[in-house]
């Protein structure tokens, strides 16, 4: 299998945030069978998260607000990196910003380090203008994505955000900025209420809905 030029033994590779780095699911399942390992969130500095609660289960799936907690590019290099390359299998990494700078950052300094792949996470808030979702605007999306293809030296997937009116006019973006590859899809902003303490589930009032129920959704999107 083959994706922006990079072969792959199989197809088989765990969602970002879903697997750790790695380390985490090494007892449970042999790494040499993955087509690929695809990391948690990686920024150029340590992120502490949300608040907890953080993680709620749903109906057919579960709401997470952990907030891309991380312990930040250098220790991810000097820690998850080594552990990685024991393994038969590709590695691409999940990088995560809140300013453009920060992405260009984490990416140049990735740039050397011999990852198969980099998966951008354009679904984080930009700081710099309002909180709004770098993958919510379409100009954005062609800049950002220009930007990571100077730094890079691997293969660039960009991760759309299902949060907005037209997928495709994100997806024309990131094609038109120089992308390699798409991933969809990142999960849906969603709410759960506890009615018996008449108050949020979560400590930071929405997260990400992910599991079976938003399986039709990536698949007509897709």
Request: charged share 20%; with cysteine; hydrophobic share 40%.
């Amino acid at each position: 299998m083959d994706i922006a030029g990079i072969t792959l033994k199989n197809p088989v590779m765990p969602a970002s945030g879903t697997f750790g780095s790695g380390q985490e699911y090494s007892g449970f399942v042999d790494l040499n069978r993955l087509g690929a390992v695809v990391t948690k969130g990686v920024s150029l500095v340590p992120w502490e998260g949300n608040p907890t609660p953080r993680i709620m289960e749903t109906a057919s799936g579960m709401i997470n607000a952990v907030g891309l907690q991380n312990p930040g590019i250098e220790v991810f290099i000097r820690r998850d990196l080594p552990f990685l390359r024991q393994f038969d299998t590709k590695v691409i990494v999940n990088v995560c910003g809140s300013t453009v700078e920060d992405y260009l950052g984490a990416v140049e300094r990735l740039s050397v380090q011999g990852i198969d792949m980099l998966e951008i996470n354009i679904s984080c808030p930009n700081v710099e203008h309002g909180g709004i979702a770098f993958g919510q605007e379409p100009r954005m999306v062609e800049y950002i994505t220009k930007e990571i293809k100077k730094k890079a030296a691997q293969p660039v997937s960009m991760k759309l955000t299902p949060n907005v009116t037209d997928i495709t006019e994100i997806a024309k973006a990131a094609e038109a900025g120089g992308a390699d590859a798409l991933s969809l899809i990142n999960t849906i902003t969603g709410m759960r209420i506890d009615v018996k303490k008449r108050t949020f589930s979560v400590a930071n009032k929405t997260g990400g809905l992910s599991g079976p129920v938003i399986k039709p959704v990536a698949l007509r999107m897709v």
